[in-house]
C-alpha cells in the first residue's frame, strides 16, 4: 500500500509546486491607491477586434510612447457571458496601470494622437474608458 501512496503523494506535491509559478509576476506590482486605465471594447453587431495586432502592436506601442509613467498593462479576451450560452459582452479589455493620476495624465496627453490614431487597425469599436483607484 505504501509503494502506491508515495507516487501519488510526490505527484501532488510536483503539481502544487508547478502550479506555485503559474501567477504571473507582473501582476505583483499592482498596489493599492494605483490608478487603473480600464479600457473596454464592448461587443455587438457587426464588432470587429484584432486580437493579434492589439497584443503584439498596439499594446507594446502603448506602453513604449507612455514609458516609465506604464507600471504595468494587461489584457482580457472576452471568452463567454455569464453564461456559456450568453455572448460576450466585452471582446477585450485593456489594464493600464499608474503609480499615480498625474503619470497617467501627463504621459497620455501628449501620445493620445499616436494612440487613437492607432484603434483602427484593430477595431471598428468606440471603447469606453473608466479610470479607477484600484482599492484592493
Request: glycine share 8%; hydrophobic share 35%; charged share 20%.
Amino acid at each position: 500500500m505504501k509503494n502506491k501512496i508515495l507516487p501519488l503523494i510526490l505527484c501532488a506535491v510536483l503539481f502544487f509546486a508547478s502550479c506555485q509559478g503559474t501567477q504571473p509576476e507582473e501582476t505583483s506590482k499592482i498596489k493599492k491607491g494605483m490608478t487603473k486605465v480600464t479600457i473596454l471594447y464592448p461587443n455587438g453587431d457587426g464588432k470587429t477586434f484584432d486580437m493579434d495586432y492589439y497584443s503584439n502592436k498596439h499594446m507594446p506601442m502603448v506602453a513604449n510612447v507612455l514609458g516609465d509613467s506604464l507600471k504595468l498593462f494587461t489584457i482580457d479576451k472576452g471568452i463567454s457571458g455569464r453564461t456559456p450560452d450568453e455572448p460576450i459582452p466585452y471582446l477585450a479589455i485593456g489594464y493600464l496601470y499608474f503609480d499615480q493620476l498625474s503619470a497617467y495624465q501627463n504621459s497620455f496627453g501628449p501620445n493620445a494622437e499616436k494612440i487613437v490614431g492607432d484603434i483602427p487597425n484593430y477595431t471598428n469599436i468606440q471603447p469606453v474608458v473608466q479610470i479607477s483607484e484600484v482599492y484592493e
